[in-house]
């Protein structure tokens, strides 16, 4: 029999064994009921993982139905980051098969690590690169191929600027967005269209529930949400005619620099329907190619595009900002007349040089002596126009200059419009702190000085006077459809204002703008064309180098159905520099031989 001593002990020893038990079995009962499902879960993690689907994009088509983006199907390479087997060894054999350097894949991968969506390593891989992954993939835990729709802009360079190009999310695009629903490693709208119309484009991921085995091969397929693709839009843009666009503009900047004009380097066209503002072409020069973006796009390509001192990603057609030149005559000319400042038949001395400024003069130290108002608009005369400015004043050329859409955002579906200026006093004294002169109101009579405007302000104010006096605003989209081709939204056209000038005036001014194109004009050279032609020739200073050509232009003159803007930097005059870009569209779209 054990004395009281030992006997104690035991007990004691018995208690504390019962604690043990207590606690052990406590711990057991909290892991299982309160906390299973978080360790099922944690287990689970191990063997069944969610792979998402991507929803194909929305397609594009012009308005002819011509299909201009669309998709493909693509072997993607992905890495499960949260899974802890992902070494730096498997990211060298990786690497390795993939042709990239190492850190990059595994800087992506630890940048990564806390998102549950897998990393995208690389796109679009060849059947060469899919066999090798395969045959490694004993060695390859973590990484997965699925595969993915690839976007294709079918004309390659062609429209580049109106569709822009999509890419994988950046940081900061996703810290802006999250809220939208957006992930780490979705592809979205960069640039243009693209990026306007992203929400509706890119559809509704879906996803896979499978079950893996310890080397991530799939073993079972638990579950599966089908994604929603995106919907897809009908432009307003016409094919033939961005095509005809872009070609003028290459071989007549080509054919510039040939003789001599080597600055000639970068142009902007903007060709619309004056009856409606529809967007038939777009042209912004240099251009790049979008299919370079979608899967990644190397450094020697992107050093050769930001390097490149004439922008090619900037889309000059809507955030260029120039003089509009000589074509803000239109405006000056129809303020002068509607505000009885001067009548059609009024004979204004030309000397060569204003009497109040008579360092302001013309082009050349030209005088045409006596001249009225339809001469002085056919032969762009400078002194005519600084004495019409003049008579209004800057108040009267600022109120006009916005009537006719200068100074503001037109209101086109492209992200990054630029507004332009409008010249006016409290402008300067802002800037500067300094007066207003008589001089500078000169300036502005003739578009020059203070005056900004882009390329596709130019082409829907020429645009008004061409339809009567409508200004419409310019539109990039007819309709928007689903994937299954239902109607989900059409575009009207939107009237944005209308031109403070009668009509009688209106026809005044059409008149001077078809003489403007007949022996005489400033565009004489199209004197003859089959179809009549009207526009305005203009010549836009440029302090950082040669001046810009400016022309703007609409056909038939009788009633008009096309109407174009071309502006070719450091170009020269705008009879030499962009009335021939327009000449070959006028000639393409009528389908007049050259």
Same mark, same amino acid.
């Given at each position: 029999?054990?004395?009281?001593?030992?006997?104690?002990?035991?007990?004691?020893?018995?208690?504390?064994?019962?604690?043990?038990?207590?606690?052990?079995?406590?711990?057991?009962?909290?892991?299982?009921?309160?906390?299973?499902?978080?360790?099922?879960?944690?287990?689970?993690?191990?063997?069944?993982?969610?792979?998402?689907?991507?929803?194909?994009? %929305?397609?594009?088509?012009?308005?002819?139905?011509?299909?201009?983006?669309?998709?493909?199907?693509?072997?993607?390479?992905?890495?499960?980051?949260?899974?802890?087997?992902?070494?730096?060894?498997?990211?060298?054999?990786?690497?390795?098969?993939?042709?990239?350097?190492?850190?990059?894949?595994?800087?992506?991968?630890?940048?990564?690590?806390?998102?549950?969506?897998?990393?995208?390593?690389?796109?679009?891989?060849?059947?060469?690169?899919?066999?090798?992954?395969?045959?490694?993939?004993?060695?390859?835990?973590?990484?997965?191929?699925?595969? $993915?729709?690839?976007?294709?802009?079918?004309?390659?360079?062609?429209?580049?600027?109106?569709?822009?190009?999509?890419?994988?999310?950046?940081?900061?695009?996703?810290?802006?967005?999250?809220?939208?629903?957006?992930?780490?490693?979705?592809?979205?709208?960069?640039?243009?269209?693209?990026?306007?119309?992203?929400?509706?484009?890119?559809?509704?991921?879906?996803?896979?529930?499978? &079950?893996?085995?310890?080397?991530?091969?799939?073993?079972?397929?638990?579950?599966?949400?089908?994604?929603?693709?995106?919907?897809?839009?009908?432009?307003?843009?016409?094919?033939?005619?961005?095509?005809?666009?872009?070609?003028?503009?290459?071989?007549?900047?080509?054919?510039?620099?040939?003789?001599?004009?080597?600055?000639?380097?970068?142009?902007?066209?903007?060709?619309?329907?004056?009856?409606?503002?529809?967007?038939?072409?777009?042209?912004?020069?240099?251009?790049?190619?979008?299919?370079?973006?979608?899967?990644?796009?190397?450094?020697?390509?992107?050093?050769?595009?930001?390097?490149?001192?004439?922008?090619?990603?900037?889309?000059?057609?809507?955030?260029?900002?120039?003089?509009?030149?000589?074509?803000?005559?239109?405006?000056?000319?129809?303020?002068?007349?509607?505000?009885?400042?001067?009548?059609?038949?009024?004979?204004?001395?030309?000397?060569?040089?204003? $009497?109040?400024?008579?360092?302001?003069?013309?082009?050349?130290?030209?005088?045409?002596?006596?001249?009225?108002?339809?001469?002085?608009?056919?032969?762009?005369?400078?002194?005519?126009?600084?004495?019409?400015?003049?008579?209004?004043?800057?108040?009267?050329?600022?109120?006009?200059?916005?009537?006719?859409?200068? %100074?503001?955002?037109?209101?086109?579906?492209?992200?990054?419009?630029?507004? %332009?200026? !409008?010249?006016?006093?409290?402008?300067?004294?802002?800037?500067?702190?300094?007066?207003?002169?008589?001089?500078?109101?000169?300036?502005?009579?003739?578009?020059?000085?203070?005056?900004?405007?882009?390329?596709?302000?130019?082409?829907?104010?020429?645009?008004?006077?061409?339809?009567?006096?409508?200004?419409?605003?310019?539109?990039?989209?007819?309709?928007?459809?689903?994937?299954?081709?239902?109607?989900?939204?059409?575009?009207?056209?939107?009237?944005?204002?209308?031109?403070?000038?009668?009509?009688?005036?209106?026809?005044?001014?059409?008149?001077?703008? $078809?003489?403007?194109?007949?022996?005489?004009?400033?565009?004489?050279?199209?004197?003859?064309?089959?179809?009549?032609?009207?526009?305005?020739?203009?010549?836009?200073?440029?302090?950082?180098?040669?001046?810009?050509?400016?022309?703007?232009?609409?056909?038939?003159?009788?009633?008009? &159905?096309?109407?174009?803007? !071309?502006?070719?930097?450091?170009?020269?005059?705008?009879?030499?520099?962009?009335?021939?870009?327009? $000449?070959?569209?006028?000639?393409?779209?009528?389908?007049?031989?050259?």
């Amino acid at each position: 029999m054990l004395s009281k001593k030992y006997a104690y002990r035991f007990e004691i020893l018995g208690v504390l064994f019962a604690l043990v038990f207590l606690v052990l079995m406590s711990r057991a009962a909290w892991l299982q009921i309160y906390e299973g499902d978080y360790y099922k879960g944690q287990a689970d993690g191990n063997r069944i993982r969610l792979t998402p689907i991507m929803a194909p994009r %929305g397609l594009f088509y012009d308005r002819n139905g011509v299909p201009l983006v669309t998709n493909r199907p693509s072997f993607t390479v992905v890495v499960n980051a949260k899974e802890n087997r992902f070494t730096p060894e498997i990211a060298g054999k990786l690497a390795d098969i993939l042709g990239l350097p190492v850190d990059e894949i595994s800087n992506k991968v630890e940048k990564n690590k806390n998102n549950y969506e897998p990393v995208v390593i690389k796109s679009d891989l060849t059947p060469e690169i899919v066999t090798r992954l395969e045959e490694r993939r004993g060695d390859l835990p973590g990484v997965m191929i699925v595969i $993915r729709p690839l976007r294709i802009y079918n004309c390659n360079e062609l429209a580049a600027h109106t569709l822009g190009y999509v890419g994988e999310i950046s940081e900061e695009e996703l810290a802006q967005l999250k809220d939208k629903g957006y992930k780490q490693g979705q592809i979205i709208g960069k640039l243009g269209l693209e990026k306007y119309y992203d929400g509706i484009l890119r559809g509704e991921d879906g996803a896979t529930r499978v &079950e893996v085995d310890v080397a991530g091969r799939v073993v079972h397929q638990l579950g599966k949400k089908e994604a929603m693709p995106g919907e897809s839009l009908y432009l307003t843009l016409d094919a033939d005619i961005q095509k005809s666009a872009e070609r003028a503009v290459s071989e007549h900047l080509a054919w510039l620099r040939y003789n001599g004009n080597y600055k000639a380097q970068a142009a902007a066209v903007v060709v619309m329907d004056p009856r409606n503002g529809a967007v038939l072409a777009l042209v912004s020069w240099p251009t790049f190619n979008p299919n370079s973006f979608v899967s990644g796009i190397s450094q020697k390509e992107w050093d050769k595009i930001s390097k490149n001192p004439y922008n090619p990603m900037s889309n000059k057609a809507i955030s260029g900002e120039y003089p509009p030149g000589s074509a803000f005559k239109v405006v000056t000319g129809a303020a002068a007349l509607e505000l009885g400042k001067v009548t059609a038949g009024e004979a204004i001395f030309d000397g060569g040089f204003h $009497r109040l400024v008579p360092d302001k003069g013309n082009a050349g130290g030209g005088a045409l002596g006596w001249i009225a108002f339809n001469e002085a608009l056919a032969k762009s005369d400078n002194v005519y126009f600084y004495e019409m400015a003049y008579r209004l004043g800057i108040a009267n050329l600022e109120k006009y200059a916005r009537a006719f859409g200068y %100074g503001s955002l037109t209101g086109i579906n492209l992200p990054g419009e630029s507004e %332009g200026l !409008v010249a006016n006093p409290e402008y300067k004294r802002k800037l500067f702190n300094e007066d207003w002169y008589l001089a500078e109101t000169f300036d502005a009579g003739i578009g020059q000085g203070f005056q900004l405007a882009t390329p596709l302000q130019m082409a829907m104010a020429i645009s008004a006077v061409a339809n009567g006096g409508t200004r419409y605003k310019p539109y990039l989209v007819s309709k928007i459809v689903s994937d299954k081709n239902e109607l989900i939204q059409t575009f009207e056209p939107q009237v944005a204002g209308t031109l403070p000038v009668s009509q009688y005036n209106i026809e005044l001014i059409k008149k001077g703008l $078809r003489d403007v194109a007949q022996e005489g004009g400033t565009a004489g050279q199209l004197a003859g064309f089959t179809v009549p032609l009207a526009g305005k020739t203009g010549t836009s200073e440029n302090s950082m180098g040669q001046d810009h050509g400016v022309f703007v232009a609409y056909a038939p003159a009788d009633k008009p &159905e096309i109407a174009i803007a !071309v502006l070719v930097e450091q170009g020269g005059y705008g009879s030499k520099a962009a009335v021939p870009i327009a $000449r070959r569209i006028f000639e393409d779209y009528f389908h007049v031989k050259p």
